[in-house]
């Protein structure tokens, strides 16, 4: 998102949901690699 898209969505929602999406976004990295890495310790598990 570019800044000035930020400031209009901050203005139309608030600050504290601003954040909240904000932080959200980007937390769905770090979730979605944590998911990786547990399915693949449920594959080497199956393995032995």
């Known amino acids: 998102m570019e ?10 929602v608030g600050f504290p949901i601003a954040v909240t999406f904000y932080v959200l976004l ?8 944590l998911s990786e890495n547990v399915q693949d310790m449920i594959d080497e598990m199956r393995k032995r």
């Open 26 to 33: 980007r937390l769905e990295k770090s979730f979605q690699q």
């Open 3 to 12: 800044p000035s898209e930020w400031i209009n969505f901050i203005r139309q």
